[in-house]
């Protein structure tokens, strides 16, 4: 069933960017950034399952894809609930935010972030089935001025076009992922745009990337605003590159450092073995990150938590 899917799941996508958000079936994906892959829990590294609806206008796919997920976490020996549930953080349901309440989820985006999208960005939006804080890092880069940025975790590139659409004509996003595959995706969409030429695409583990920029004395410390989305065990191992990379009074953003709510659950907390590790990276990330005396950072529960730390030193 496995490859199956990956099969239906790679036509499925590519028809959507074909025929645009309007048209075309809509994707939807595990919930995955790659930076360093290996290190990222396994049914994060799976193919997206493209979406297929019965006469009720249930997903077949996805209700194969949770039942996988959950075969999955019983058989690997996670905890269980007394009733036999597993308590799965990030389901193909789950909106993806601390913001428990549907209905005001729906009015602060209908309010807020659909009227005044950028079209593209409502594009590959509706492609990937991802909706982040692109707005909220939009803003933070013109405030900030940024011109040269990092991102560490592409996926379709959604982030990507954010920062290219919010960076001078003249500005650069490095951008870092393990494979392209799904960027290239998303690429069609920001050509349209016209910000493709702002896009510095790196493919490969982002560990290393990261060492051969701070290698190049031009990039050290040159850079004003890294995001990173990517395999949370390595977010530390990232922090520390990225300091040397961005400037004193640069900002380095991470995301989903709250994960659903888990960093602040009980540790017997019946979870998936993949979300435990998560977690458990979470909450040292998250120590590791109050005690560094080199940034001022600010936890913020938007999505699914995101981190920002401005460099002091």
């Not at 919930?31 to 290996?38: E, N, V």
């Not at 249930?58 to 959950?70: F, V």
């Amino acid at each position: 069933m496995k490859g199956s899917l990956a099969v239906r799941a790679a036509a499925g996508l590519r028809a959507a960017v074909r025929n645009g958000a309007g048209g075309g079936p809509r994707a939807v994906f595990p919930s995955s950034r790659c930076g360093d892959a290996a290190a990222w829990p396994s049914h994060r590294r799976q193919t997206a399952c493209a979406m297929g609806a019965d006469k009720n206008g249930a997903s077949l796919e996805r209700r194969r894809w949770l039942h996988l997920r959950r075969t999955r976490s019983s058989s690997s020996g996670a905890a269980m609930a007394s009733n036999g549930e597993v308590k799965d953080i990030h389901n193909s349901e789950s909106t993806k935010t601390l913001l428990k309440s549907d209905a005001l989820y729906e009015y602060m985006l209908n309010t807020m972030v659909y009227p005044r999208e950028n079209e593209f960005l409502r594009e590959l939006r509706l492609i990937s089935h991802h909706q982040g804080a692109h707005l909220l890092l939009s803003l933070l880069l013109k405030v900030m001025g940024a011109k040269k940025t990092i991102e560490v975790g592409v996926f379709t590139g959604c982030s990507v076009l954010a920062t290219a659409l919010a960076i001078p004509d003249d500005g650069r996003v490095v951008a870092i992922d393990i494979s392209r595959e799904y960027f290239d995706l998303g690429l069609p969409v920001i050509k349209k745009a016209g910000v493709a030429h702002k896009v510095d695409f790196r493919e490969g583990p982002a560990g290393q990337i990261l060492d051969k920029l701070i290698a190049d004395e031009e990039h050290e410390a040159g850079f004003d605003f890294a995001f990173v989305d990517a395999d949370k065990p390595n977010y530390g191992k990232y922090h520390e590159q990225l300091l040397r990379l961005v400037r004193v009074g640069g900002v380095l953003a991470y995301d989903n450092t709250l994960w659903g709510g888990s960093v602040a659950m009980p540790d017997d907390t019946p979870l998936t073995e993949d979300d435990i590790q998560v977690r458990d990276a979470m909450r040292e990330f998250n120590a590791r990150i109050a005690a560094d005396a080199r940034v001022e950072p600010v936890q913020l529960p938007v999505a699914d938590g995101i981190t920002l730390c401005r460099r002091v030193a």
